[in-house]
């Protein structure tokens, strides 16, 4: 299930447009991570994508549908969202806090049944978190929460799946393992669209990065042919250099003034 948009603009009343003749194609099966500075309009373009933004111009195709002629329902049945975090208002155990997501497969006041169950049990497998499945989701960790919100996702049986910095605010080891998650899901054939800060994981893990400045896409390609020093410094007005490693098959971003330290102390040193 592939994602189109096509001269997608949009702004607030009475302010300047925040996103300006937007086009890109995301095909299916791929993660394309989305990078751009606070403010550049990220979040604004992601709420258009769900859905949630209807006074835009141009066009969003989900699999040859235009997501305008769909109702809410028939978007979750196309399109999962995940938020940066979620805490939780009732302390909803795991199992029912992810069958939350199977509400847009029930008709009219049907209850979840054993089929719904076995769609939880399923998810929370995939995500090898099923250990989880009666513990209090808000006595879990950031990482545990996350990977409970990707379940949950999982759980509406849709593709797409729409992801606003899904590593953000956790430890180094949970970010890996959210992101390798992730990337198990883009293996069976998942599409996933992110935004993030973080030019690195956006290196290790993206098969497209799209870069988004002032309203515009500036780039959109692999890792290797959009990031590069220029785009860092003008998406974050900073320079860096790219670290090529494992015969360019990872690259990481050195910001310059860790290298000009490393070097004065090479200097003093000798």
């Not at 791929?30 to 990078?35: A, D, E, F, K």
């Not at 859905?51 to 049945?77: F, S």
């Not at 497969?105 to 054993?114: A, C, F, R, T």
């Amino acid at each position: 299930m592939s994602v189109q948009v096509s001269n997608l603009s949009f702004g607030y009343p009475g302010q300047p447009e925040v996103l300006k003749d937007i086009n890109f194609t995301i095909p299916e099966g791929i993660l394309v991570s989305l990078l751009g500075p606070n403010g550049a309009g990220k979040s604004t373009l992601m709420k258009c994508m769900l859905g949630l933004m209807r006074h835009y111009r141009g066009d969003i195709v989900l699999d040859g549908v235009d997501i305008r002629n769909l109702t809410p329902k028939q978007m979750a049945r196309k399109t999962a969202y995940i938020p940066q975090s979620a805490e939780g208002v009732f302390n909803y155990t795991v199992e029912e806090m992810v069958l939350m997501g199977t509400t847009s497969l029930l008709s009219g006041l049907n209850s979840p049944g054993k089929k719904e169950e076995e769609t939880v049990l399923s998810a929370l497998r995939k995500l090898h978190i099923d250990h989880l499945r009666y513990r209090r989701y808000m006595n879990l960790s950031g990482g545990e929460r996350q990977l409970v919100m990707i379940a949950r996702a999982l759980a509406q049986n849709t593709r797409i799946l729409y992801m606003d910095e899904p590593a953000a605010n956790l430890d180094y080891g949970n970010q890996i393992r959210v992101m390798e998650e992730i990337r198990s899901l883009i293996r069976e054939g998942y599409t996933v669209f992110q935004t993030t800060h973080n030019p690195d994981q956006a290196f290790l893990y993206s098969d497209r990065i799209m870069a988004l400045a002032e309203g515009k896409i500036i780039a959109y390609g692999t890792p290797q042919e959009v990031i590069t020093p220029d785009l860092i410094r003008r998406l974050y007005h900073i320079e860096t250099e790219i670290e090529r490693l494992h015969d360019d098959r990872i690259r990481i971003c050195i910001p310059a003034s860790v290298l000009e330290g490393v070097k004065t102390d090479e200097q003093r040193v000798n």
